[in-house]
């Protein structure tokens, strides 16, 4: 794990409040999985002191180009999409762990919902076999990068909660819908809004599919040093079933049976 002021190669609007920036970062890039994310500085004005942590969207070892895409939601995003080409932020990582990577003998099945389809899309890129996008939002306009899943030959299934897009409701009912599109060998691997991880995980153990989640937490320092990004995880030799685990350390992904659900 590495921290080096990193270029800011290109940058634009994805879509809506979504922004897609490629920096050039091959102290991650050579090192990155899927899964893991960087630590970016943004700036150093007080209010943006502290890093923000983002998946790694893609990561091309050959070149260095680091791919992130991420929404504006505050004064650090904010900040982070005015960025020009040529400008530069410190960029640490790579952090926390890794999805399994599937092989020829899994069937990879992604369940993703807001940013999460940018998180998941590295991984997509790297399976050996495309498999099944199952993505949620609320509405149809706050999908992101179906085409980049499309072209990469996976199946893209849409869930919406006011069904301007496929199924009528939320992703792991309509997956509930789709038990037969499961074969022998599925891996299932989530990233979105914690309450859709939490429906994952229960929804993946009642149709007996194994799981993997990222749980993605307000982030301090990254390294595991404040505690400020922990969450629950099953401890049997706990009195009370659980123990605090930090999520960018020991995660942020994490088998979905380790989740504790409450
Ligand atoms: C491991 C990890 C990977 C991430 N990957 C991505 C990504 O690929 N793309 C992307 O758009 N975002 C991602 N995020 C979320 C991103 O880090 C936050 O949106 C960002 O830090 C907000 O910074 P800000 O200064 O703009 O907003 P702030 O002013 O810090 O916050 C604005 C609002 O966003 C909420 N918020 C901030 N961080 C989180 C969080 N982690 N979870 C839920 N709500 C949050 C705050 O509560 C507040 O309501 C990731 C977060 C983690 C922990
Ligand atoms: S963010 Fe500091 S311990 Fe995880």
Known sequence: MNDFPCTVLRCGILHGAYHRIVFHAPHVTTEAKPGQFVHVRIGEALDHILRRPFSICDADAATGELTLVFKV????????????????CCILGPLGTSYTMPDE????????????????????????????????????????????????????????NDGSSGFKGVVTELMETKKDAFPAGTMVYGCGPAPMLYALAKTTAKLGLKCEVSMDQRMGCGVGACFACVIKVVDKSSPDGWRYSRSCKEGVVYPAEEVYCG
Request: glycine share 12%; hydrophobic share 40%.
């Open 73 to 88: 939601v505050g004064a650090g995003t904010e900040r982070l999409a005015q960025m020009k080409p040529g400008d530069s």
């Open 105 to 160: 003998n899994m069937f990879p099945v992604i369940a993703a919902g807001g940013y999460g389809s940018a998180s998941t899309l590295f991984l997509a890129k790297k399976s050996p076999r495309p498999g099944i996008l199952f993505l949620g939002a609320r509405t149809e306009s706050d999908f992101i990068l179906i085409d980049e899943y499309k072209a990469l030959g996976w199946r893209v299934e849409t869930a919406t």
